[in-house]
């Protein structure tokens, strides 16, 4: 038996270790390196979400996928659930390192004027002992953006103001200050009242920049490639032309919590997330068995895969003894895009976005009795993150569940307990906006537990649901409690989904015993 789980170990551990090595420091090495050659061609976003996030998959098809498909399961589909798991336990780990890289990869420089600061070493983040800026170079941009599907408009002033070079009031041509100023109006107003909400907006907007605090920032961060740099370009390149060239200006930005604060706790969240991944990963490999004739055809480069585009749609697309679950996932997928063609941020949806759309919250669903809203938030999502995290759960609970409850019994439950999960968030939280189809989840999760307690399935098949589901939910209820996620809807959804599932095995257990 000891020989068996050593050859296994020795066939596939390796290749997921080369796929975490290049997956995660890939990306950080050629980040380093370009920011020693001081390019600054890769935008922000791409570093932080979708490098990481889409990386793990061109080394896990190639390496990681024909060792997976040596071990015998008893459903394909649990291998295509395995890689998943890899993906989302390395793509998770590169966002969180990505975004500490940020923040810790650069030191706070000391400057003691501007002048200095064109020679002082290169960095993101800065405190400059003395500056001033021209004030009578100022210059706007304004951006108004469609938000909350056109009924409200997204109002900001990007405001860049030169430092004073400290030779005869001789304002900078390279360095400026931002200001970024924001607010949101009612959209379905007429073009008057429209017109004076902005204008009264930038006045005030105006005044705060005239009159600002500069003792409470504790330093400045130059931005980088950023849509945020981009709109503080379009300011400064009105004021000096269109010819101006922009591509070597410094944007410094305030910021006033301290640099002590800075890295958070980025680097523990995603260590953490690959500890728990790596060993989730290594208890499934002790239980399917290697198939002999498998091992033997990859040794001679033989070994036949499966289209890696059908496998890697497989969870959405609906088969036999699945449709509930791609069903269910696609609503949740259009009703993102809907949103994002809507003019909602795809990263960060603000509060306001999300409730006009049908998020829950005790005052709309309960003081304006709209109880509609305890399913729509159920299919929408506080970004892209939150919406691949419970893809993942949705597309991992319906392998399992659905073939082993039926498709009728399978939406009962899926409604019934994020019903329930959101009535739970509404009850427990007052303020809190909840939006997401964990409540839902959570629900099969626990009808899961319940069904594989009570089936007479093998053991080694039970441990392996077992270590799929239980890291999931032990996470996702731990991430409740540093806040930020509803904790209240999770224990809901879970507890329902068991009760509820107890209900129905047990119905149909008597009704097969009476017939």
Same mark, same amino acid.
């Given at each position: !038996?000891?020989?068996?789980?050593?050859?296994?170990?020795?066939?596939?551990?390796?290749?997921?270790?080369?796929?975490?090595?290049?997956?995660?420091?890939?990306?950080?090495?050629?980040? &380093?390196?370009?920011?020693?050659?001081?390019?600054?061609?890769?935008?922000?976003?791409?570093?932080?979400?979708?490098?990481?996030?889409?990386?793990?998959?061109?080394?896990?098809?190639?390496?990681?996928?024909?060792?997976?498909?040596?071990?015998?399961?008893?459903?394909?589909? #649990?291998?295509?659930?395995?890689?998943?798991?890899?993906?989302?336990?390395?793509?998770?780990?590169?966002?969180?390192?990505?975004?500490?890289?940020?923040?810790?990869?650069?030191?706070?420089?000391?400057?003691?004027?501007?002048?200095?600061?064109?020679?002082?070493?290169?960095?993101?983040?800065?405190?400059?002992?003395?500056?001033?800026?021209?004030?009578?170079?100022?210059?706007? #941009?304004?951006?108004?953006?469609? $938000?909350?599907?056109?009924?409200?408009?997204?109002?900001?002033?990007?405001?860049?103001?030169?430092?004073?070079?400290?030779?005869?009031?001789?304002? /900078?041509?390279?360095?400026?200050?931002?200001?970024?100023?924001?607010?949101?109006?009612?959209?379905?107003?007429?073009?008057?009242?429209?017109?004076?909400?902005?204008?009264?907006?930038?006045?005030? /907007? &105006?005044?705060?920049?005239?009159?600002?605090?500069?003792?409470?920032?504790?330093?400045?961060?130059?931005?980088?490639? /950023?849509?945020?740099?981009?709109?503080?370009?379009?300011?400064?390149?009105?004021?000096?032309?269109?010819?101006?060239?922009?591509?070597?200006?410094? +944007?410094?930005?305030?910021?006033?919590?301290?640099?002590?604060?800075?890295?958070?706790?980025?680097?523990?969240?995603?260590?953490?997330?690959?500890?728990?991944?790596?060993? !989730?990963? !290594?208890?499934?490999?002790?239980?399917?068995?290697?198939?002999?004739?498998?091992?033997?055809?990859?040794?001679?480069?033989?070994?036949?895969?499966?289209?890696?585009?059908?496998?890697? %749609?497989?969870?959405?697309?609906?088969?036999?003894?699945?449709?509930?679950?791609?069903?269910?996932?696609?609503?949740?997928?259009?009703?993102?895009?809907?949103?994002?063609?809507?003019?909602?941020?795809?990263?960060?949806?603000?509060?306001?976005?999300?409730?006009?759309?049908?998020?829950?919250?005790?005052?709309?669903?309960?003081?304006?009795?709209?109880?509609?809203?305890?399913?729509? $938030? !159920?299919?929408? #999502?506080?970004? +892209?993150?939150?919406?691949?995290?419970? +893809?993942?759960?949705?597309?991992?609970?319906?392998?399992?569940?659905?073939?082993?409850?039926?498709?009728?019994?399978?939406?009962?439950?899926?409604?019934?307990?994020?019903?329930?999960?959101?009535?739970?968030?509404?009850?427990?939280?007052?303020?809190?906006?909840?939006?997401?189809?964990?409540?839902?989840?959570?629900?099969?999760?626990?009808?899961? %537990?319940? %069904?594989?307690?009570?089936?007479?399935?093998?053991?080694?098949?039970?441990?392996?649901?077992?270590?799929?589901?239980?890291?999931?939910?032990?996470?996702?209820? %731990?991430?409740?409690?540093?806040?930020?996620?509803?904790?209240?809807?999770?224990?809901?959804?879970?507890?329902?989904?068991?009760?509820?599932?107890?209900?129905? #095995?047990?119905?149909?257990?008597?009704?097969?015993?009476? /017939?």
């Amino acid at each position: !038996m000891l020989s068996f789980v050593v050859k296994k170990f020795k066939l596939i551990l390796p290749a997921y270790i080369f796929v975490v090595i290049m997956s995660l420091l890939l990306p950080l090495l050629a980040r &380093w390196t370009l920011d020693k050659l001081n390019v600054d061609a890769v935008r922000l976003e791409y570093w932080e979400l979708y490098i990481p996030l889409c990386l793990p998959w061109l080394f896990i098809y190639p390496f990681l996928r024909p060792r997976l498909a040596l071990l015998i399961f008893k459903n394909n589909n #649990h291998r295509s659930g395995l890689q998943v798991l890899v993906w989302l336990c390395i793509g998770l780990t590169g966002v969180f390192f990505q975004l500490y890289y940020t923040k810790a990869a650069y030191p706070l420089v000391y400057a003691s004027d501007i002048l200095d600061f064109e020679t002082s070493e290169r960095s993101r983040f800065y405190q400059i002992k003395w500056y001033r800026l021209v004030g009578s170079k100022a210059t706007n #941009h304004v951006d108004v953006r469609p $938000s909350d599907k056109g009924r409200k408009l997204r109002l900001s002033l990007y405001t860049a103001v030169p430092f004073d070079k400290g030779q005869a009031g001789e304002s /900078s041509q390279r360095y400026w200050f931002g200001f970024l100023h924001s607010k949101t109006i009612n959209n379905r107003l007429s073009r008057a009242e429209k017109n004076e909400l902005l204008k009264a907006f930038l006045e005030d /907007s &105006w005044a705060k920049v005239g009159h600002y605090d500069f003792s409470k920032i504790d330093y400045l961060e130059k931005l980088s490639n /950023s849509a945020d740099r981009d709109l503080f370009l379009n300011a400064i390149a009105k004021s000096k032309g269109e010819n101006f060239d922009t591509s070597e200006i410094v +944007i410094l930005t305030p910021r006033l919590e301290p640099f002590t604060q800075i890295t958070g706790d980025r680097f523990y969240w995603g260590s953490l997330t690959l500890g728990i991944g790596t060993a !989730m990963f !290594m208890l499934i490999l002790l239980f399917p068995p290697l198939s002999t004739s498998r091992v033997t055809q990859f040794a001679k480069g033989k070994l036949r895969l499966n289209n890696p585009v059908k496998e890697a %749609l497989i969870f959405l697309l609906p088969d036999k003894l699945r449709l509930v679950g791609p069903l269910i996932m696609c609503l949740n997928i259009l009703a993102y895009l809907t949103l994002c063609l809507a003019g909602v941020d795809p990263i960060y949806p603000n509060s306001a976005e999300l409730l006009s759309w049908g998020a829950n919250r005790r005052l709309e669903t309960i003081g304006n009795q709209e109880w509609w809203r305890l399913v729509t $938030s !159920m299919f929408l #999502h506080g970004g +892209i993150m939150h919406l691949l995290l419970n +893809i993942y759960g949705l597309a991992l609970a319906s392998l399992f569940i659905e073939p082993m409850l039926g498709k009728l019994r399978v939406a009962v439950l899926y409604l019934s307990a994020g019903i329930i999960g959101s009535l739970a968030s509404v009850f427990w939280y007052e303020n809190t906006i909840s939006v997401g189809a964990s409540g839902a989840i959570f629900g099969l999760f626990g009808g899961i %537990l319940v %069904l594989t307690a009570t089936s007479t399935m093998k053991r080694h098949e039970k441990k392996t649901i077992y270590l799929l589901f239980l890291p999931y939910i032990g996470i996702s209820l %731990l991430m409740g409690l540093a806040g930020g996620i509803d904790n209240a809807a999770h224990i809901g959804g879970l507890l329902s989904g068991v009760m509820i599932s107890l209900v129905l #095995h047990f119905s149909s257990k008597l009704k097969s015993q009476t /017939s």
